[in-house]
């Protein structure tokens, strides 16, 4: 099936616009070479945990938020708002009650329907986990969004050159062991980015994916050419400070670049670097 240039919104819900804690409960696709717009939103038990954490939720607001907002989805399709770019300023930053619509952001699919799918689970399914408690697998979901927001995300697992992959299976032409990685991609230097979310309260936790990360960084750039590889590690949050130096230390002996994500300084340099990589590779 040939690509087609999509256009995505994503649909908030506010329970207080002062206080800017949206919740995101659905996505938009629309495809303007066909003219096809569709939807998905969280419904019934799904949605109403995803905002169960919410003070203020009225549910009544809510069902005629998004009762109003499927009837405007309808009317836009009815009317003539298939130009260019009517249809996209229309809908963007557009609110029905406490639900606002975001701007829109572009992506290229070969099949809309999965591409819907696949947005749906990135933006809206993975922050239903409830709670306080922090997954194993929080920073690595942080990571997977920022990569698809900045379009550097790629579908499946097999190795790009112009985007990173999640999850990618790589053999080792070292010990011809076979890693999961977190994230990464192969344009003349195999990238990989490893994540060790800190945030954990269970140290076994946190020594266990500091200790794999180190490992699968180590056996991936021993089968590989000096300066071909390039093996990252992202942190997020601290344990307790003897812990968390000993396991920086234990990262940085085996990464190329121990970033820390919950700093903004350490995270805007680490963009910077993705995105020169990326371009030297494209130039």
Not at 108 to 114: G, L, R, T
Not at 170 to 179: C, P, R
Not at 221 to 227: F, I, L, T
Request: charged share 30%.
């Amino acid at each position: 099936m040939a690509q087609q240039a999509c256009e995505y919104f994503v649909a908030r819900y506010y329970d207080n616009p002062v206080r800017q804690e949206p919740k995101n409960i659905g996505i938009i696709l629309w495809v303007p070479e066909t003219r096809l717009v569709t939807n998905r939103f969280l419904t019934g038990m799904d949605l109403r945990k995803k905002l169960a954490g919410l003070p203020e939720l009225d549910t009544q607001v809510l069902h005629d938020s998004l009762n109003d907002l499927q009837k405007k989805l309808v009317d836009f399709q009815q009317r003539d708002f298939w130009g260019d770019s009517f249809f996209a300023k229309g809908l963007a930053d557009l609110w029905v009650g406490n639900v606002e619509i975001s701007s829109p952001r572009r992506v290229v699919s070969d099949n809309p329907n999965n591409e819907l799918r696949f947005l749906f689970e990135t933006f809206v399914t993975p922050a239903k986990e409830q709670g306080s408690q922090v997954t194993g697998y929080q920073l690595k979901q942080d990571l997977r969004v920022e990569l698809q927001d900045r379009s550097l995300l790629a579908r499946g697992r097999e190795l790009r050159e112009d985007r990173f992959v999640s999850d990618p299976e790589i053999k080792s032409t070292h010990s011809g062991a076979k890693h999961r990685v977190d994230f990464a991609m192969q344009n003349g230097v195999l990238r990989v980015i490893e994540t060790v979310d800190m945030r954990k309260k269970n140290i076994q936790e946190i020594e266990r994916e500091a200790f794999g990360a180190a490992v699968k960084l180590d056996d991936l750039r021993r089968g590989v050419s000096r300066g071909k590889f390039e093996g990252l590690t992202l942190v997020a949050g601290s344990s307790p400070r003897s812990d968390r130096n000993y396991f920086l230390k234990v990262l940085g002996s085996y990464a190329d670049d121990v970033v820390d994500y919950s700093d903004e300084a350490d995270r805007n340099r680490f963009w910077k670097h993705i995105n020169r990589a990326i371009g030297s590779h494209a130039r």
